[in-house]
Nanobody, 122 residues
Framework: QVQLVESGGGSVQAGGSLRLSCVAS???????MGWFRQASGKKREGVAV???????NYADSVKGRFTISQDNAKNTLYLQMNSLEPEDTAMYYC?????????????????WGQGTQVTVSS
């Protein structure tokens, strides 16, 4: 069983930055780890993903503003978010996929964190 714990959320003004962290209790074999977000009344959407060997992918809405990275020695996943916009307001979740599949499809992830809230004011 893998436990994921996110931190780093908060309230910022538009144009500001935040860095989210996600610590995994134990990671053995996985395909990739990703960040998702869910705004009030909307579906959960994929934000960014990083494969075990480091290849990344991003949602079009965050390309050039967000950067996903991982520190395997610390079992920690990061999401650096710059130039934040009010539309980025959501609960952010990290997730781990054991078997892969389409990276932005939530059912392909077996383990999820509890989420951290990001609020961006205009």
């Amino acid at each position: 069983q893998v436990q994921l714990v996110e931190s780093g959320g908060g309230s910022v003004q538009a144009g500001g930055s935040l860095r989210l962290s996600c610590v995994a209790s134990a990671v053995y074999n996985y395909y990739y780890m990703g960040w998702f977000r869910q705004a009030s009344g909307k579906k959960r959407e994929g934000v960014a993903v990083i494969e075990r060997l480091g290849r990344t992918n991003y949602a079009d809405s965050v390309k050039g503003r967000f950067t996903i990275s991982q520190d395997n020695a610390k079992n920690t996943l990061y999401l650096q978010m710059n130039s934040l916009e009010p539309e980025d307001t959501a609960m952010y979740y990290c997730a781990l996929s054991v078997y892969g599949g389409t990276w932005y499809n939530p059912p392909n992830y077996r383990y999820w964190g509890q989420g951290t809230q990001v609020t961006v004011s205009s």
